[in-house]
């Protein structure tokens, strides 16, 4: 499983910004997600910024307050003489060459570098410029919950579909009930998920399927926990989870929020896991060379994740054979 973050292509922009032409005036982002890579190359090179349909109208160009840009002199879109046009990924080329169509339509005289931050080596010349090969099967950061990989995935529900419970919620059975009844949403998926699995004892499954429906989550089955409910919170979760994700042969991906979980579960499961929390994909086999790549709000401070990336350590290392193997 191939995964890149907002953190990825960024860097990889400030690697690669050289080879985007000196002489480009606009860059024009493909919506929505190559709005992401074109707003980073606009900053970056201090260019004017526009998306394709408003390129298409030929609307007059917004400009912040804070400081002048590049090509300030530009009054309408285009007015550019050549453009940057920008999308996230290339697969088949189809938004691409539909963009370059509509451009052609609208009779645009100038020149167009097109660019892609990422693209299978098949497909990358396509673009004039590609900023990483990257074989499928991928993921990025900012499509992972609406990927059709979901369709074969696995979900975890507190912390991923909805904020997870506090330490006096799990402790007062009203105020859990409570908890699952108005638990605010998160990242709901766009895609029906294969599987659902929760470390939610099984008697709350009518309250947790109640939330689910309301938040409109689609998904194939909801797998509880068999305990007391006054015990679940010392049941092994992460082996529960792992097993629900090992027995499905089908399953591809599970999707945790907690790193230390996360790679609980890749360990017993010897399939890839994405954690939220340490917005990284974990592989088996390379536990030792995991990242913790902090970009989630809760996670911001230095000193969080520094922690968090101690935790981490102290958890996979000792297992670690001296070898390295």
């Known amino acids: 499983m191939n995964y890149r973050s907002l953190n990825d292509l960024a860097g990889l922009i400030t690697r ?14 493909i919506p929505r997600s190559g709005m992401l890579a074109a707003s980073i190359i606009s900053l970056k090179l201090n260019l004017p910024l526009t998306d394709l349909y408003s390129f298409l109208r030929n609307d007059e160009l917004k400009r912040g307050s804070t400081r002048t840009y590049k090509r300030n002199q530009l009054q309408r879109a285009q007015d550019a003489r050549k453009i940057l046009l920008v999308d996230d990924s290339v697969a088949t080329g189809q938004s691409l060459n539909e963009a370059l169509e509509k451009l052609r339509q609208v009779k645009y005289p100038g020149e167009i570098q097109t ?18 090969e990257v074989e499928q099967p991928r993921v990025f950061e900012w499509n992972v919950m609406h990927h059709g990989i979901i369709a074969h995935a696995c979900l975890s529900i507190d912390g991923v579909l909805c904020e997870p419970p506090n330490a006096e919620q799990l402790g007062d059975d009203a105020a859990y009930q409570a908890f699952i009844r108005d638990a605010r949403p998160l990242f709901i998926p766009s895609v029906k998920a294969a599987h659902l699995v929760t470390g939610r004892p099984e008697k709350y499954r009518e309250l947790t399927e109640d939330w689910l429906a309301r938040h409109g989550v689609e998904y194939g089955r909801l797998h509880m926990m068999e305990v007391p409910a006054d015990d679940f919170e010392r049941a092994p ?35 890839p896991v994405y954690c939220l929390d340490a917005n990284e994909m974990y592989v088996p086999g390379k536990a030792a060379l995991m990242k913790v790549e902090v970009l989630h709000s809760g996670y911001k401070a230095g000193a969080k994740a520094r922690s968090l990336l101690r935790k981490t350590l102290a958890h996979i290392l000792p297992a670690r054979p001296a070898n390295g193997g």
């Open 115 to 132: 660019l892609a931050g990422f693209a299978e080596k098949k497909n990358a010349y396509r673009v004039d410029v590609c900023l990483e």
């Open 237 to 271: 979760l992460q082996r529960f989870k792992a097993d629900v994700y090992r027995k499905d042969s089908f399953a591809r991906l599970y999707i945790e929020r907690d790193p230390l979980q996360a790679q609980e579960i890749v360990k017993a499961s010897h399939k």
């Open 16 to 29: 690669h910004a050289s080879r985007i032409d000196n002489d480009v005036d606009l860059v024009v982002g």
